[in-house]
């Protein structure tokens, strides 16, 4: 195994800024979960225990894994109930920063802090300059956190042989 993490759900205060606080789903403690940043070939062990009150999934946003390690509830996989454990398990074989989240009631979870960054690196590397994973919380109001709009932002750069380019995704 090249990598192997235990990752429990909870339940958490956010602190979004002085003495405004938010009640946050969490994978470890933080919102966004623990990254997990691997080497192209790596084999990949996330053991979940729910430990949530309700039945969530993780899936792996736009990495090619196996069905039955693909997380989306009712289709490739059966939720994992509050109390239970899940170990996913695949090879990173395909270069690429990622994003893991729940697939159970996605709109709710993800708004409430269930997601990560999966980032494989690859075997040649490139140099990487900035890598951010960010979720903001505007003040616009939205029905998912109490009166609080959420905004997703991914961005990052890098310097290769082929180049230097960007991605940003919201």
Known sequence: VGFSANIDTMWETLEIKNGVKIPVWTFNGTVPGQE???TQGDFVEVKLKNSLKVPLTI????YPVKNSMDG????????IKPGETFTYKFSADIPGTYWYHSH????????KGLYGALIVEPKIKSKIDTLYFL?????????SIKGLKSTWILFFSASSKYGDFSVCGF
């Open 36 to 38: 997990i940043r691997v």
């Open 104 to 111: 159970e009631d996605s709109a709710n979870q993800l708004d």
């Open 72 to 79: 989306v509830t009712g289709l490739t996989q059966d939720n």
């Open 135 to 143: 979720k903001s919380f505007d003040g616009i109001p939205s029905t």
């Open 59 to 62: 899936h792996w946003h736009g």
